[in-house]
C-alpha cells in the first residue's frame, strides 16, 4: 500500500523525535535515509547534545557507532535536523516519537526497580501541548506495560484543559530492539518491526514507513500490552542467556572444562542457537538491568513473587560474575593489590561503542580501588572525563596527582591514551572489552615491562593462546582458568 491510499489524517510528512539519544539519534537517521520524502526533526532538551550532533566533523557526534557518521551526513541539512526547538517540532508532526531515557527510580515508591516515567510524562505533557490536529504518538523509549494508557490519560486530558477540540491522538508501541555497536546495521536490517497498538489506521500508517526498506513479512502487529511486554522479554531472555553461560563458566574454572568449548557445543543445537553464548564479565548497557528490575518489580506488583524471583536472579549472577573477577584477581596476587599497579584495557560495555553505562569495568575498577590499586585505564572510544565521572572524583587522580601522600596510599586511577603504557610496572592487565585492538596486541614486547610474576586476565576470550608469547607472565582466561 503506498502513502497516498491512506485517509488525509494519517499522510505522514513531518516527524518528531524527542531525544536525541543512543536509540533516537540512528533510529531516527536511517528513517530519514530510507524515505526522503519525510522530513525529520530530532529534538532533545540537552543543548551539547544538540550541538554535537550538528558538528561539521563527523568524527565528532555524540555517539560513536559504526556507519552512523555515513547516514548522518547523507541526511543532515536535507531531511534530518536536530535541535532543542521541542514545541515548534512537535506543532509540526504528523507522528512523534517519545525516546527519553527511562531510568530506574533512585527515590520513592519503587525505588530500586520501578522505571522513572518523568521525562516521558513530561513529553506527553508537551505533545498535548503543542501538537495540532491528528498526531500519532510512539513509544520508542522502552517502558513499563501499561504506559500506553498513562500516555493517553495524560494527552487526552491536557487537551480538554485546553478545550481544543481540532485536536486527536493515536497512541502506539513500537519497541526499538537495536544493539549498540550495530545500531545501524540492525536498523538497516532488523530481524522484526514490532507495532503495538489499537488504532489500525495509525498502526498502518508506521507500518507504512517501514515498508520502505523492511518487508511487510518482517513488520509484526500485536496489541499494545504485548508490544510493551514483548520488548522487557526480549531483553530478559537475551540477558538470562549471557547469566546461564556466566554461572557455568565459573563450574568450568573448578572442574577443567572449557567454558568455549561448552558453548560451541550446545550453541550447535538448534533449539539453543549460538548467540549471546559469550562468557564475559558480566552484562552492562543501559537495557539489560534496567529492564529486569522493571520486570521484577511489576512481577511484585501483580503478586506473582516466584516470577519476580526468577528474574531476580538473573541480576544476581550478574552482580555476582564481577564480584568474583574482581575478587580472583585479588587472590591471585597474593590477597594484597594496595599500592600495585593494574592495566585496565577496556571501558565500554561492550566493544564499538562508546557507552559505558552499567558497564562491568565500573563495578570492577571500583572495587579495585576500594583495595587501593592504582588502574591505567585505555578505551579506544570511551573519554577520559567520562571514565572520572562513572569512578567519581574521590577515584580520580586529578585531585591527588600532585599530592604524594595521597599517591603513596594507592587508590587512583590515571587514563591512558596508548595500550602500551597499561602495561609498564604492572603487576595484572586486566581485559573488559572485546575490542579488536586488543586482539592484536604485541603480547612478548608488551609483557616485557611488567612486574614478574604478571599476569593477564582475559574476560572477553580476546587473546588468542597460539599467538600469546612471553617469558614471564600468565593468562586466566574465564571459564578456562590459569593457561601458563
Ligand atoms: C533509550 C530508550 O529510550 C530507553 O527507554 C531504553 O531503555 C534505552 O534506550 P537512550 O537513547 O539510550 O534511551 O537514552 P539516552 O542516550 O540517555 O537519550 C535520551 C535523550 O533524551 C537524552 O539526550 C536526553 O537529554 C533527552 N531528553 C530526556 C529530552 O530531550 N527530554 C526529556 O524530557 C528527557
Ligand atoms: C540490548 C539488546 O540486545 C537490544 O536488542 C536492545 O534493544 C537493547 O539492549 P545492547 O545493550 O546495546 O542491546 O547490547 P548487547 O549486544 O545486547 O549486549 C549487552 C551486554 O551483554 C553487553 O555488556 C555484552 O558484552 C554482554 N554480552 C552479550 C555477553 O557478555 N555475552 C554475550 O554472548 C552477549
Request: aromatic share 10%; with cysteine; net charge neutral.
Amino acid at each position: 500500500m503506498v502513502q497516498g491510499d491512506y485517509p488525509k489524517r494519517f499522510m505522514i510528512k513531518n516527524i518528531c523525535c524527542i531525544g536525541a539519544g543512543y536509540v533516537g539519534g540512528p533510529t531516527m537517521s536511517v528513517i530519514a535515509d530510507r524515505c526522503p520524502h519525510l522530513n525529520i526533526n530530532v529534538v532533545d532538551l540537552n543543548k551539547k547534545r544538540i550541538e554535537a550532533w550538528n558538528s561539521k566533523d563527523l568524527n565528532k557526534l555524540p555517539i560513536f557507532e559504526p556507519g552512523l557518521d555515513e547516514v548522518v551526513g547523507n541526511t543532515r541539512g536535507k531531511n534530518l535536523f536536530f535541535s532543542t526547538n521541542v514545541g515548534e517540532s512537535i506543532k509540526k508532526a504528523d507522528m512523534v516519537f517519545i525516546s527519553v531515557n527511562t531510568p530506574t527510580k533512585s527515590r520513592g515508591i519503587g525505588s530500586g526497580e520501578a522505571s522513572d516515567l518523568s521525562w516521558v510524562e513530561s513529553c506527553a505533557r508537551d505533545v498535548a501541548k503543542y501538537a495540532e490536529g491528528h498526531t500519532i504518538v510512539i513509544e520508542k523509549s522502552t517502558l513499563p506495560v501499561k504506559t500506553a494508557a498513562t500516555i493517553k490519560s495524560i494527552l487526552n486530558s491536557v487537551k480538554n484543559s485546553f478545550k481544543d477540540t481540532e485536536k486527536s491522538f493515536a497512541v502506539l508501541s513500537n519497541p526499538e530492539f537495536l544493539a549498540e555497536g550495530t545500531a545501524i546495521s540492525d536498523l538497516k536490517n532488523p530481524d522484526r518491526v514490532l507495532i503495538g497498538g489499537e488504532d489500525h489506521d495509525a498502526i498502518e500508517a508506521l507500518a507504512n514507513i517501514y515498508k520502505s526498506w523492511i518487508v511487510d513479512e518482517k513488520i509484526i502487529r500485536t496489541n499494545l500490552w504485548s508490544s510493551e511486554l514483548s520488548k522487557l522479554a526480549a531483553n530478559a531472555f537475551l540477558a538470562q542467556r549471557v547469566s546461564s553461560i556466566n554461572s557455568l563458566s565459573a563450574f568450568c574454572e573448578e572442574t577443567g572444562a572449557n567454558i568455549y568449548e561448552v558453548s560451541k557445543a550446545i550453541g550447535l543445537d538448534n533449539r539453543i542457537g549460538d548467540k549471546f553464548l559469550k562468557a564475559g564479565p558480566g552484562f552492562g548497557g543501559s537495557c539489560f538491568k534496567k529492564d529486569i528490575l522493571n520486570l521484577v518489580y511489576l512481577s511484585r506488583s501483580l503478586g506473582l513473587d516466584e516470577v519476580a524471583d526468577y528474574w531476580e536472579s538473573v541480576l544476581q549472577i550478574n552482580n555476582w560474575q564481577q564480584k568474583r573477577i574482581y575478587k580472583k584477581i585479588v587472590s591471585t596476587l597474593f590477597g594484597n593489590i594496595s599500592n600495585k599497579q593494574i592495566g585496565i584495557l577496556g571501558f565500554a560495555f561492550k566493544s564499538n561503542t562508546n557507552d559505558f553505562r552499567e558497564s562491568p569495568a565500573i563495578s570492577i575498577c571500583r572495587d579495585l580501588l576500594e583495595e587501593r590499586a592504582i588502574l591505567k585505564i585505555h578505551d579506544p572510544k570511551v573519554e577520559a572525563k567520562d571514565i572520572e565521572k562513572a569512578l567519581e572524583n574521590e577515584f580520580s587522580d586529578i585531585d591527588n596527582c600532585n599530592n604524594k601522600k595521597s599517591r603513596d596510599q594507592g587508590g587512583y586511577f590515571v587514563v591512558e591514551k596508548e595500550i602500551e603504557k597499561t602495561f609498564y610496572n604492572s603487576h595484572a592487565v586486566v581485559i573488559l572489552t572485546e575490542w579488536e585492538e586488543y586482539k592484536i596486541i604485541d603480547w612478548e614486547n608488551f609483557t616485557k615491562n611488567m612486574i614478574a610474576p604478571s599476569w593477564i586476565f582475559d574476560t572477553r576470550n580476546v587473546i588468542d593462546e597460539s599467538d600469546f608469547k612471553s617469558n614471564n607472565c600468565n593468562i586466566w582466561k574465564i571459564g578456562n582458568g590459569i593457561k601458563n
